[in-house]
């Protein structure tokens, strides 16, 4: 079965700081991959998405990119952290036909 | 594109009742429904998914039904328990595959669930 691990776990970062935050996979080859955000006490906002190494789509304009260097690793950062970034970051694959999540990257942008 | 309205935004119940979450949907051409339950500072799970060839899913005491006439899906969890108290989101997906934009899920808002004991 697949594992998606998500680091770090939690993270306070000052404004205008930079950000990196790490997605792998475990289990699967060539996987489709997704960060999404989800502001505290809502929905699930779809960020960036990744069919392969090198390829990525992004939902909404903002202050964020990815990149996805290896096939199983997906990342996503920032230049300079808005106080509006603030938020709790999944990964998400799809196997089998189902979506899976990580275990999500709490930040706290101060 | 895509619009999952999910309804109720909050729910409570008491233990051993049944609890109902619905949505609809607007693209016609979604064919996959899945369900996910979301603990407190904890990844999305996947509970229970239900394809547009198929009008019910059962697992023990969770089920979903789809109408896609209605393009509606619900969500029921029947002899609730405290710990199935949870935020639930519902989505949908116009392909049957995992790939690229045609993959995407979109979801509904969520329904926190609260189950008194």
């Known amino acids: 079965s697949q594992t998606i691990h998500q680091w770090p776990a939690t993270l306070v970062q000052p404004v205008g700081s930079p950000l990196s935050l790490e997605c792998t996979v475990e289990?699967?080859?060539?996987?489709?991959l997704y960060w999404y955000r989800q502001a505290a006490g809502r929905g699930l906002q779809l960020l960036f998405y990744?069919?392969?190494?090198?390829?990525i789509s992004s939902e909404v304009p903002q202050n964020l990119s990815a990149s996805r260097p290896q096939d199983r690793q997906f990342i996503l950062s920032s230049k300079k952290l808005l106080l509006s970034d603030s938020g709790f970051y999944l990964c998400?694959?799809?196997?089998?036909?189902?979506?899976?999540f990580g275990p999500g990257t709490r930040l706290t942008v101060t | 594109g895509e619009n999952v309205e999910q309804h109720p935004s909050t729910l409570s119940v008491q233990e051993g009742d049944s609890a109902v979450i619905k949505c609809t949907y607007s693209?016609?051409?979604?064919?996959?429904f899945p369900w996910y339950k979301q603990e407190l500072g904890k990844g999305p799970q996947l509970i229970i998914d239900i394809r547009s060839n198929v009008g019910e899913k059962k697992d023990q005491r969770i089920a979903v039904t789809l109408n896609k006439t209605a393009k509606h899906f619900s969500l029921h969890i029947t002899e609730t328990q405290p710990e199935d108290s949870a935020v639930y989101f519902c989505a949908a997906s116009k392909s049957m595959n995992y790939g690229g934009s045609q993959g995407n899920l979109i979801f509904g808002k969520g329904t926190k669930l609260s189950v008194k004991p």
């Open positions: 998400a694959c799809w196997f089998r036909q189902e979506q899976y």
């Open positions: 289990g699967t080859s060539n996987p489709n």
């Open positions: 990744s069919v392969g190494i090198g390829q």
């Open positions: 693209d016609s051409a979604s064919n996959y």
